[in-house]
T-cell receptor, first 114, second 114 residues
Framework: AQSVTQLDSHVSVSEGTPVLLRCNYS??????LFWYVQHPNKGLQLLLK??????LVKGINGFEAEFKKSETSFHLTKPSAHMSDAAEYFC????????????FGKGTHLIIQP | AAGVIQSPRHLIKEKRETATLKCYPI?????VYWYQQGPGQDPQFLIS???????DKGSIPDRFSAQQFSDYHSELNMSSLELGDSALYFC?????????????FGSGTRLTVV
């Protein structure tokens, strides 16, 4: 069994300040972890993924995430927020593509204040 | 709380057959998204509907079509099935008029083409 908990349903930051979106997971197997972004009325877009290589993963648009096995966390960060980052962000866990498939977190709505 | 319902959960079809997948969104949700996840692959956005009109289109093959009905449920029709269509198909729903779009994902339909 696997699960994902996104610790904040909403995060509000000012433009130009750092972004932190928190994600904790549980998995019976060595997981793959993903962060996706969804802009209004658009499909999911992959930001980055961890698949047992380097624990610090760099993604698109300046985002990165660090896999911490001891803390079962995969938090998403960005040094400086931009207005275009306003969207819904999903943390996703996959345990090898077995019967569990993908498990999505409930999402974090990122608001960027001007 | 009601969730996104997908049916069937599992489906086995032969090559060149057709398949219909159904997605029932959360009540009052007006937007539906379809995704395809092949074995060991990331989810790929296929298509979305808002208020029964197509709102965005991703990597949906021409052999596939979809629509959203007056009760907001959606169906994904797949014809001339190929072995490569074997995948997990999941849908998500949201209510477009709220600040937090509140996306909810279904558990998916696992399609196997033999």
């Amino acid at each position: 069994a696997q699960s994902v908990t996104q610790l904040d349903s909403h995060v509000s930051v000012s433009e130009g300040t750092p972004v932190l979106l928190r994600c904790n997971y549980s998995s019976s197997y060595s997981p793959s972890l993903f962060w996706y972004v969804q802009h209004p009325n658009k499909g999911l877009q992959l930001l980055l993924k961890y698949t047992s290589a380097a624990t610090l993963v760099k993604g698109i648009n300046g985002f990165e995430a660090e896999f911490k096995k001891s803390e079962t966390s995969f938090h998403l960060t960005k040094p400086s927020a931009h207005m275009s980052d306003a969207a819904e962000y999903f943390c996703v866990v996959s345990s090898g593509g077995g019967a569990d498939g993908l498990t999505f977190g409930k999402g974090t709505h990122l608001i960027i204040q001007p | 709380a009601a969730g996104v319902i997908q049916s069937p959960r599992h489906l086995i079809k032969e090559k060149r057959e057709t398949a219909t997948l159904k997605c029932y969104p959360i009540p009052r949700h007006d937007t539906v998204y379809w995704y395809q996840q092949g074995p060991g692959q990331d989810p790929q956005f296929l298509i979305s509907f808002y208020e029964k009109m197509q709102s965005d289109k991703g990597s949906i093959p021409d052999r596939f079509s979809a629509q959203q009905f007056s009760d907001y449920h959606s169906e994904l029709n797949m014809s001339s099935l190929e072995l490569g269509d074997s995948a997990l198909y999941f849908c998500a729903s949201s209510y477009a008029r709220t600040l937090n779009y509140g996306y909810t994902f279904g558990s998916g339909t696992r399609l196997t083409v033999v």
